[in-house]
């Protein structure tokens, strides 16, 4: 009898292919990314059926392929019904599968980013902390995992790590007020602005609270990431932060993101 590997992961994507099969993507512990085919999952009576969805988290039986691999088993611990029911939770957990698949590749160590999903996937769950908080700290942790997160304890110029900081993205995160110069504060750039005809972007002064959160981003387990809660000005400048983050340094369009922000709108 042929021992075919078992991996242990979550199902980021699912998509038919023909009328009888599903393709999918599944970020796991052991190979990293992979895609896997379903033979048979969109026959009503096929035992893959509910396990070839989205979120789905458990060990998947695959036989290996030359590019691909071909799942025949399931043992599912977790379907995360609560999202299903939930439209915008549902568009949440979309967005977090997506930037996932990605952030990841084939035969690479995705461990901590598999945690990562695990633990933003529980928290939308739950409901706690509130979904736009989740989306942040997730897009923020997940740069850091890839090894793109902005330096948030001292300045990227000249190390001081004493502060004050303004964050400034196009230079990767903090910069102290000597390195910065004018361009420290609203009011200098205002008039470097006058002064010099050109735009003074990607800087952000941000209370002691929101730098607080992006060292607890920066430095804390996935695990045990989703167990704070900040107040709405610092979300407004996480949020902030996060999209300029993404905005410079992360050249693909999330199609997930279009809808949840279509659903959400003003509230994303």
Not at 163 to 174: I, N, W
Not at 199 to 223: C, F, H, K, M
Request: charged share 25%; proline share 4%; glycine share 6%.
């Amino acid at each position: 009898m042929t021992d075919h590997p078992v991996l242990h992961g979550i199902v980021l994507s699912s998509m038919p292919m023909g009328e009888y099969d599903r393709r999918l993507s599944i970020l796991t512990k052991e190979r990293g990314r992979i895609s896997a085919f379903a033979r048979g999952a969109q026959r009503p009576k096929s035992s893959l059926v509910a396990a070839t969805q989205p979120f789905v988290t458990g060990a998947f039986t695959v036989v290996e392929g030359r590019n691909s691999y071909t799942m025949i088993r399931a043992e599912v611990n977790n379907y995360f019904t609560e999202l299903r029911g939930d439209l915008d939770k549902t568009c949440y957990g979309l967005y977090f599968c997506e930037l996932a698949e990605f952030a990841t590749e084939e035969y690479l160590d995705e461990s901590e980013t598999l945690q990562l999903l695990y633990a933003a996937l529980r928290a939308l769950a739950k409901g706690e902390p509130e979904p736009r908080l989740a989306r942040a700290v997730y897009e923020m942790k997940i740069a850091y995992t890839r090894g793109e997160g902005p330096q948030v304890s001292e300045c990227v110029r000249c190390r001081d790590t004493k502060g004050p900081f303004v964050f400034h993205v196009p230079s990767g995160g903090c910069m102290c007020r000597r390195c910065a110069g004018e361009l420290f504060d609203e009011e200098g750039r205002k008039a470097y602005e006058l002064r010099t005809q050109a735009v003074a972007s990607g800087y952000y002064n941000l209370d002691d609270s929101t730098w607080y959160a992006l060292r607890v981003i920066a430095s804390t387990q996935p695990s045990k990431l989703f167990s704070f809660s900040v107040s709405e000005e610092v979300l407004t400048q996480l949020r902030a932060v996060s999209a300029a983050w993404y905005e410079e340094y992360v050249d693909h369009s999330f199609r997930s993101l279009e809808m949840l922000l279509a659903v959400e709108g003003e509230n994303v």
